[in-house]
């Protein structure tokens, strides 16, 4: 039996769409040439105007930058780069003014080296958080405890020589892990979920959620599978990381979060999973009572064919496992290739198919988090070396661009070189692409990926069909994805999507009765002809039974 909060479905975030904010390259206010939470307030009603349930903020605390914000040194203290305390309150305020809830990015599987915390642990092996990071003795031979590799490059142990130990991270030396075997870690940390709860938060997505706990023994983690002809940007990859991430133990703190989440009305926690089965282990996070609300992984994120498979296998999966779980899905976020890139190939730029995945992904089952300038059909910027700005990508470059091409500013128009982001230079180029794609130009363009999003979503909200309804696929071949949504009170969406550039037939296997709603854009309808139904590329059908 699940718990009444899990299968309620009147809870606002089953179903809702969640606009995914990254405040540096958001909207600039002062002319630092990074965005701002003032910047953020400002551009309020033009994300309300989208049509969405809420917005998610990346890290704004207090922190060195050395992964942007992912390594906090006060949790409580909003980074001046963003603002002040003040604006935070004020963005909370003319957010829920706009009906709109504020999730917020939770970093607690580690924090910075500069964290208070982390600066009493480091300083000796007996002082009061002496436990509170994962601190292990050197080998005889002064290597690391065991094979453990950090995310970001190099080993995962870094050597601390006023303790005499090594200390593990799982990214970066400058984000050392929590001990969440140690309760005061996990009620210092719970205290800090609170504090921003009772500011007003409506929610949470938890940072590397699978992370939590280690292996007690520490054991080896054993060499990973190699596919033939798959090239391996990184030792990382090699590892299958059985010991150093989703230990069984992780329920437990998950446990306590959704504790202390459910003292709050209506707040939401999702998990943020990346795993080698990421699916497996997001269906483990929330399926069971207690746990938590919702969790996402890297499928849709992650660079496979642009085929049903690709759509169908995740989705199912995560259903079996989980079928009284819910799920959450993203096709773009700040670690991703933008989909137009990853999936469009030579046609990325083609705004038919910026309008298909809109449609796509808004008719999936679950909470959905769409990333600013998924709106405008916005293409992976391409940054010159000198211009990059992310360590993975600097470290990994030319084999891996890292992560810039999806955090470049958002432009709000077509001002060369600064989009009317910042007065100034922006902290990150703006491509000449991304400026014809700016939100004042497509603003102005019935047609526009911008303008469909906008009559998409409004559409989508009063159909609850599509927010809460069950999803079954329909057997199409890989280049089509085909399946129905079903309501409660028996009302059927069937949608239709051609996943190419070359137009096609679907035979009469999947038959939908002649005629779609008129959200969809005149050239890319399918239309029902004596062979079947004739789609253009990247043409869909959504029709209502």
């Known amino acids: 039996m699940t718990s009444q909060l899990q299968e309620h479905p009147d809870h606002w975030w089953r179903g809702a769409v969640i606009y995914q904010i990254y405040p540096r390259s958001f909207y600039d206010t002062t002319g630092a040439g990074t965005g701002d939470l003032r910047g953020i307030i400002e551009k309020m009603d033009y994300v309300a105007s989208l049509g969405v349930d809420a917005i998610w903020l990346t890290p704004f605390m207090k922190s060195p930058m050395k992964d942007f914000g992912y390594d906090v040194s006060d949790y409580r203290t909003v980074d001046p780069l963003f603002g002040t305390n003040e604006d935070m309150d004020a963005l909370i305020a003319a957010a829920h003014k706009n009906g709109l809830k504020v999730i917020m990015d939770m970093v607690v599987n580690h924090t910075s080296n500069e964290h208070a915390w982390f600066r009493e642990s480091r300083g000796s092996r007996d002082n009061p958080k002496a436990d509170w990071y994962i601190w292990v003795d050197p080998k005889e031979d002064g290597t690391p405890p065991n094979n453990w590799l950090a995310r970001f490059g190099g080993p995962g142990w870094t050597y601390e020589p006023r303790r005499e130990q090594f200390y593990y991270h799982a990214f970066s030396p400058e984000q050392p892990d929590l001990n969440f075997r140690c309760k005061e870690v996990q009620d210092a940390v719970l205290a800090e979920f609170k504090f921003w ?116 296998v995740p989705i199912e999966r995560f259903d079996s496992f989980a079928p009284h779980g819910w799920p959450s899905w993203s096709i773009s976020n700040h670690d991703a290739i933008r989909p137009t890139t990853r999936w469009g190939g030579k046609h990325a730029k083609d705004p038919p198919l910026a309008r298909m995945l809109q449609a796509l992904f808004g008719c999936l089952r679950g909470t959905l988090f769409m990333y600013q300038g998924q709106e405008l059909g916005l293409t992976e910027a391409k940054v010159p070396y000198e211009k990059m700005q992310d360590p993975l990508g600097i470290r990994l470059y030319p084999v891996v661009e890292g992560r810039d091409g999806s955090r470049t500013p958002m432009p709000w128009n077509s001002q060369p070189g600064r989009g009317g982001f910042t007065k100034n230079e922006p902290w990150l180029p703006i491509p000449e692409d991304h400026l014809n794609l700016s939100v004042e130009a497509q603003a102005k363009t019935p047609d526009s990926t911008l303008a469909f999003t906008r ?70 309808r399918a239309m029902m002809t004596g062979e079947g139904l004739r789609f253009p590329p990247f043409g869909f059908l959504i029709h209502e039974a």
């Open 197 to 312: 709860l009772d500011h007003g938060i409506d929610g949470f997505r938890v940072d590397a959620c699978n992370h939590f706990y280690k292996d007690a023994e520490l054991r080896n983690n054993p060499a990973a599978e190699r596919k033939a002809g798959k090239k391996i940007a990184e030792p990382y990859a090699m590892q299958s990381h059985v010991y150093d991430r989703t230990r069984p133990e992780n329920l437990e703190f998950l446990r306590r979060i959704r504790k202390l989440m459910d003292a709050y009305p209506e707040r939401f926690a999702v998990a943020e999973v990346g795993d080698d089965d990421g699916i497996r282990t997001s269906a483990s996070y929330v399926e069971a009572p207690g746990l938590l609300h919702t969790a996402y992984c890297f499928s849709l994120l992650d660079e496979t064919p642009f085929a049903a498979p690709s759509f169908r």
């Open 455 to 524: 009559r998409f979503l409004a559409w989508r909200q009063g159909h609850d069909v599509l927010k809460t309804g069950d999803l079954r696929f329909l057997d199409a071949p890989d280049d089509f994805l085909a399946f129905r949504r079903t309501g409660s009170s028996g009302k059927v969406v069937t949608c239709i999507f051609r996943l190419s550039a070359e137009g096609g037939v679907l035979p009469k296997t999947v038959f939908v009765e002649e005629g779609c709603h008129e959200v969809v854009p005149e050239n890319q």
